[in-house]
């Protein structure tokens, strides 16, 4: 920190620099320190260091800096009073350290260095505020992919699921998996976000691991047959069972790997293991596409790359998404592949085995039902309404349409549904205060609770936690499918018996 080892640094250094022998007697200072002091280099060296300050700072001096410099070897940021000659004080922030044959130290004006400070605190704001803007930003795109891309799969699976005609049925299979990718996209998008700005926190609970792997899989199962490619899940027993793990993030883990596999690879198969290695859950999942040489491992495992050609789709964040997730369950993810001969992705991550669920009681069977199960859907998109109706119906349920959280509060007042489905963003009421409204009165009324899904094109982690805490017994992100559906009303439906 020699004010003469660099003496045009020194020069225009914005705050004072000096050089001082062992008993703190000025040897050598700079334009700045003569600045602050009033005073000339010749009229400040000679002087000893403590001679430039006030009475009052001289006497901090002594407790405080010569204390410091004895037992540290060192001071940092000492706030004094300067002595000008103009018989001004100008608060300082004094920094000293050891040098060879004396002292150095640096002289910060305090106003400035309080305005730069601020400077700073002004600028990582701004910097978080960006960061929020472009969350709130993606959430709201989002929101609008999502909502027409519910009515484009929902109308692919009907056709799909009411035709025999192999052309027509051809092209409804050509409209989900479109549709299906383009929500893999905004989900990647949304997921990579979610964990760059720190949220996403981990949520354990005991799950069925063999359970949450299969349903995770079954969409790139699908995608493979429609490619013609073999698709095999393998569970070692001694990988089956119940632990802890945060189910969306395992979810998410197995359909980015097993969505990428089956998408690059054209022919031959992908192959799906799950075992154990110690304490660790070890997942592999094994393609024979085209493979990448492993020098290029790190980048493709970072954000926004992409594969050679003819390989390049997709944003190239569902590698770094998923290493981001292991990392956060405390584990990582390996990469083994050679050009030409296909990749494998290994994800280990220490999930302890939970304990074994308690085998349910027997329960009488109830007397069959009078009729179809009541299902109120409050949506105010009418391609939704159509759609998720449709599917309903076709599923066996009496659907009646609600245009807004007001107008669902109103039905369920007037006559029981056996459950609802309830849309987050609508006019008038939105499904927040409606399902927080319809707890507040089955509380007041002492009523049974009903059942309410939030099915909403929200999906961010903030929505999730926001739909649990309104009370609503599970959030469902469209686009939504008919199995997806199904699946999350039966679950509801048996909580609630």
């Not at 981990?202 to 799950?207: E, F, H, K, S, T």
Request: glycine share 8%.
């Amino acid at each position: 920190m020699s004010v003469e080892a660099d003496p045009g640094l020194a020069d225009t250094a914005p705050v004072g620099l000096f050089r001082a022998d062992g008993a703190m007697t000025l040897q050598a200072v700079n334009p700045r320190l003569c600045a602050l002091t009033g005073r000339t280099a010749a009229e400040l060296v000679g002087l000893g260091f403590r001679d430039l300050l006030t009475r009052s700072s001289q006497m901090v001096y002594a407790l405080k800096v010569e204390t410091a410099l004895l037992a540290e070897n060192r001071v940092d940021e000492i706030f004094l009073e300067l002595a000008a000659a103009d018989r001004r004080s100008r608060p300082v922030l004094l920094t000293i350290a050891a040098q060879a044959d004396g002292w150095a130290g640096a002289v910060f004006a305090a106003p400035e260095r309080r305005a730069y400070e601020l400077e700073l605190i002004a600028a990582r704001q701004a910097a978080q505020e960006a960061g929020r803007a472009r969350g709130r930003f993606l959430a709201a795109v989002s929101h609008e992919l999502r909502t027409p891309l519910t009515a484009i799969l929902g109308a692919g699976f009907l056709i799909e699921a009411e035709t025999d005609q192999d052309p027509v049925a051809d092209r409804a299979r050509l409209i989900v998996a479109a549709a299906a990718e383009l929500e893999r996209l905004v989900d990647d998008v949304l997921d990579f976000t979610d964990l760059e700005g720190g949220a996403g926190e981990v949520a354990l609970a005991p799950v069925d691991l063999a359970g949450v792997v299969q349903a995770a899989c079954e969409g790139a199962r699908k995608l493979a047959a429609a490619k013609g490619l073999a698709f095999r899940l393998e569970i070692a027993p001694d990988a089956a069972g119940r632990v802890l793990a945060d189910p969306p993030k395992l979810r998410q883990i197995v359909r980015a790997l097993t969505d990428n596999a089956v998408k690059f690879t054209n022919q031959g198969e992908v192959e799906v293991r799950v075992g154990r290695d110690g304490a660790d859950t070890v997942l592999e999942v094994r393609d024979t596409g085209p493979g990448f040489d492993l020098t290029d491992a790190a980048r493709l495992l970072s954000p926004f790359e992409r594969g050679p050609a003819p390989a390049e789709r997709g944003f190239g964040l569902g590698l770094a998404t998923v290493r981001r997730l292991a990392e956060r369950l405390g584990g990582g993810l390996e990469v083994s592949a050679a050009a030409g001969q296909g990749s494998r992705f290994i994800v280990r991550l220490p999930l302890a085995a939970a304990e074994p669920a308690a085998p349910a009681p027997p329960t009488p069977q109830p007397p069959p039902a009078p009729g179809p199960q009541r299902v109120l859907f409050a949506e105010d998109n009418p391609q939704n309404q159509w759609v998720i109706r449709s599917i309903l119906e076709m599923q066996g349920y009496d659907v009646v349409i609600a245009q807004n959280g007001a107008e669902a509060l109103d039905r369920l007042d007037a006559e029981p549904f056996d459950l609802v489905l309830m849309d987050m963003q609508m006019p008038v009421m939105d499904g927040l205060d409606a399902t927080r409204a319809l707890r507040r009165r089955e509380r007041d009324r002492h009523a049974p609770r009903t059942p309410v899904i939030m099915v909403t094109a929200n999906v961010m982690s903030e929505h999730v936690a926001a739909a649990l805490e309104a009370g609503a017994d599970r959030h469902l992100s469209k686009p939504v499918s008919p199995d997806a559906l199904a699946e999350a009303i039966s679950q509801v439906l048996e909580t609630a018996a």
